[in-house]
DNA sequence: AGTCAGGCAACGC
DNA sequence: GCGTTGCCTGAC
C-alpha cells in the first residue's frame, strides 16, 4: 500500500539535540507524531513535496529516510556544532548559561523562507496551540495533498495559491485581522513585488530586515523570527513578552523597544538569535 | 462564561 | 519619540 519511502539512514550530527525540545521550542508549528514500523517519531513537510518522517531513539540517534538526509539535517539546524554556535556567546554570562543547560539539545532550525515569514504572520496575539491550528487549516485547504502512513499530511500552500484565495477566504480559516496581513504579504511575494530570495541572499541583517518591514503586518518581532528561523540570520533576535520578561527580571534592563533591541544584539553578538532560543524556553518553563 | 494571548498599525499627545 | 487603542478568535 505504501509508496516505497526507501530505508531509514543515520542522521549525523555533533553535539547536543533533542528532536522533541525542537519541535516544541516555539519556532515550527505543524510537525505531528506518527509512528512508523513501531519507530515512534515525527511527520511533517518541508516546504513543496511529500513529509519527512524524523525520529531519534534514547540514546540521541536521529534516524530519517534516506531521501530526506540532506533537507532534514538542514531543516534541524544538525549541519553545524551547538559548539560552533556556543563559542561565539559572551562567556561571564551566567544566565545564558543556565539557560542552555536547562535545554541543551534546542537547535535553531532553517526552514523554508516563505513559510516561516508566513506562520509568524498569523503568529501575533496568538499562543501555539492556535497558530498550529491556523497553519493546520491553510495547508488542508490550500496546500498541496500528500500521504504517509495513511495520513494525510499538506505542504504550506505557495503564496500564489494564498494571494489568489482572496483576504476572505483566508479569514475563514480563523485568522481573524491577520488574515489582510498574510494576503498582502503573499500578493507582494507573488507578483514579485517583494523578492524572498533575494531577502534570504543578504546578508545584511538590517537591510534584510528592512525588505520585510515594508510588509503589513510585520514588524520587528516576526521580521526577526523569520530571519532567524528561515534564513540562518543567526545574528536576529526576537523580542517577545518573554524575552522582554526575562532580560527585564533576570539582566535588569529597564529599557524598551529599539533600545532594548540593540542592547541584546550587541551583548549576545552574532549568534544573538541562537541565544535567544535557549533564553525563550527557558523563561516559560521557569518565569 | 470570561479572560487572555509569543504583535502590529494608526492615532493621540 | 512615547503611550494608547482596536483588531479577531480559539483555547484554557
Redesign the pocket.
Known amino acids: 500500500m505504501a509508496p516505497p519511502l526507501g530505508n531509514l539512514v543515520e542522521v549525523p550530527f555533533e553535539g547536543d539535540f533533542s528532536l522533541r525540545d525542537t519541535l516544541k521550542?516555539?519556532?515550527i508549528f505543524h510537525w505531528e507524531t506518527i509512528e512508523w514500523e513501531e519507530l515512534d517519531g515525527f511527520a511533517g513537510c518541508i516546504g513543496e513535496g511529500p513529509p519527512a518522517f524524523v525520529c531519534q531513539d534514547e540514546t540521541g540517534l536521529v534516524q530519517t529516510f534516506a531521501d530526506d538526509l540532506a533537507r532534514v539535517r538542514r531543516y534541524f539546524g544538525l549541519d553545524h556544532s551547538a559548539a560552533s554556535v556556543r563559542a561565539a556567546f559572551p562567556d561571564k554570562d551566567t544566565i545564558l548559561r543556565e539557560a542552555i543547560a536547562f535545554c541543551p539539545g534546542i537547535r535553531v532550525a532553517r526552514q523554508p523562507l516563505w513559510e516561516c515569514l508566513a506562520t509568524f504572520i498569523t503568529?501575533?496575539?496568538?499562543?501555539?496551540?492556535?497558530i498550529r491550528?491556523m497553519s493546520l487549516t491553510l495547508r488542508s485547504r490550500f496546500g498541496e495533498r500528500h500521504e504517509l502512513a495513511g495520513r494525510e499530511f499538506f505542504a504550506y500552500p505557495t503564496p500564489a495559491a494564498l494571494a489568489g484565495a482572496g483576504e476572505m477566504a483566508l479569514?475563514e480559516c480563523?485568522?481573524?485581522?491577520r488574515a489582510?496581513?498574510l494576503h498582502l504579504a503573499a500578493s507582494a511575494i507573488a507578483s514579485g513585488g517583494l523578492d524572498l530570495a533575494a531577502v534570504e541572499a543578504e546578508p545584511s541583517l538590517a537591510k534584510a530586515r528592512e525588505q520585510l518591514?515594508t510588509?503589513?503586518?510585520?514588524?520587528?518581532?516576526?521580521?526577526n523570527?523569520a530571519l532567524l528561523f528561515g534564513a540562518g540570520h543567526w545574528d536576529a533576535f526576537?523580542i517577545?513578552?518573554?524575552i522582554e520578561r526575562i532580560l527585564h527580571d533576570l539582566y535588569r534592563k529597564r529599557v524598551?523597544?529599539?533600545?532594548l533591541q540593540a542592547w541584546a544584539e550587541k551583548h549576545f553578538g552574532p549568534h544573538a538569535g541562537y541565544a535567544q532560543q535557549y533564553l525563550?524556553h527557558f523563561a516559560?518553563k521557569t518565569l
Open positions: 521550542s516555539g519556532q503568529s501575533s496575539l496568538k499562543q501555539v496551540s492556535h491550528t479569514r480563523g485568522l481573524g485581522y489582510k496581513s518591514l510588509l503589513h503586518g510585520v514588524g520587528d518581532k516576526i521580521a523570527c526576537p517577545d513578552v518573554w524598551k523597544g529599539a533600545k525563550f516559560r
